[in-house]
């Protein structure tokens, strides 16, 4: 069973930078990506983007692309979220999940799912 | 850009079936999923692939996908199934998200 264990929750003048972690144990055999998901309060799941850790590939959503960087270190199975230019509007939780990608080609093609969801790390921005 | 527009709130006493619906251009032919978030929790996958729930996930949760709209179906509703809940998919390499719904039992 994998898990995906978050870093703590981070409070930040605005402005600054922050670097959010997100650690897998288990089972991590299968060809995956992480994801990070953000969440202010009271509001619904936005997608921010990305990252293979086998590949290195990586794709981010337009409203953070030039603000947002995803980075991997394999060799201790973390990947990272690092976010620049920090305002109030950034004031959410973050989630890393998993996601898996299966090719149904020639039926609807891609499915994308999250499987497995970090617990999430709290970002004050003040 | 790929919207998918979810009702804010669906209301359903216990045991009754709730519905809940989750709209998008041709949604039909693309792959829908749905997640469970109860408070302060991280959202949990209960159907992938339009219909097919994950092990673990119990079989009063089902999906479908046709036209313009995936619902997803809850029979027998209880007391612990209050949560929000929000349906995905994937287009042009872009995970969409709807608005999610607030199920009240």
């Known amino acids: 069973q994998v898990q995906l264990v978050q870093s703590g929750a981070e409070v930040k003048k605005p402005g600054a930078s922050v670097k959010v972690s997100c650690t897998a144990s288990?089972?991590?055999?299968?060809?995956?990506?992480i994801n990070w998901v953000r969440q202010a309060t009271g509001q619904g799941l936005e997608w921010m983007g990305y990252?293979?850790?086998?590949?290195?590939?990586?794709g981010y959503a337009q409203t953070y692309q030039g603000r947002v960087r995803m980075t991997t270190k394999t060799s201790i199975g973390t990947a990272y979220m690092e976010m620049s230019d920090l305002t109030a509007d950034d004031t959410a939780v973050y989630y890393c999940?998993?996601?898996?990608?299966?090719?149904?080609?020639?039926?609807?093609?891609?499915?994308?799912?999250?499987?497995?969801w970090g617990q999430g790390t709290t970002l004050i921005v003040s | 850009s790929y919207k998918l527009t979810q009702p804010p709130s669906v209301s359903v006493s216990p045991g009754q079936t709730a519905s809940i619906p989750c709209s998008g251009d041709?949604?039909?032919?693309?792959?829908t999923l749905w997640y469970q978030q109860k408070p302060g929790q991280s959202p949990v996958l209960v159907i992938y692939?339009?219909?097919k729930r994950p092990s673990g996930i119990p079989e009063r949760f089902s999906g479908s996908n046709s036209g313009n709209t995936a619902t997803l179906t809850i029979s027998g509703t209880q007391a612990v199934d209050e949560a929000d809940y929000y349906c995905?998919?994937?287009?042009?390499?872009?995970?969409?998200f709807g608005g999610g719904t607030k199920l009240t039992v």
């Open positions: 041709s949604l039909e032919n693309k792959y």
């Open positions: 288990g089972d991590t055999s299968t060809n995956y990506d």
């Open positions: 999940a998993r996601g898996i990608s299966v090719d149904k080609s020639p039926g609807k093609g891609w499915l994308y799912y999250f499987d497995v």
């Open positions: 995905q998919a994937w287009d042009s390499r872009t995970v969409i």
């Open positions: 990252i293979n850790p086998n590949s290195g590939n990586r």
């Open positions: 692939e339009d219909d």
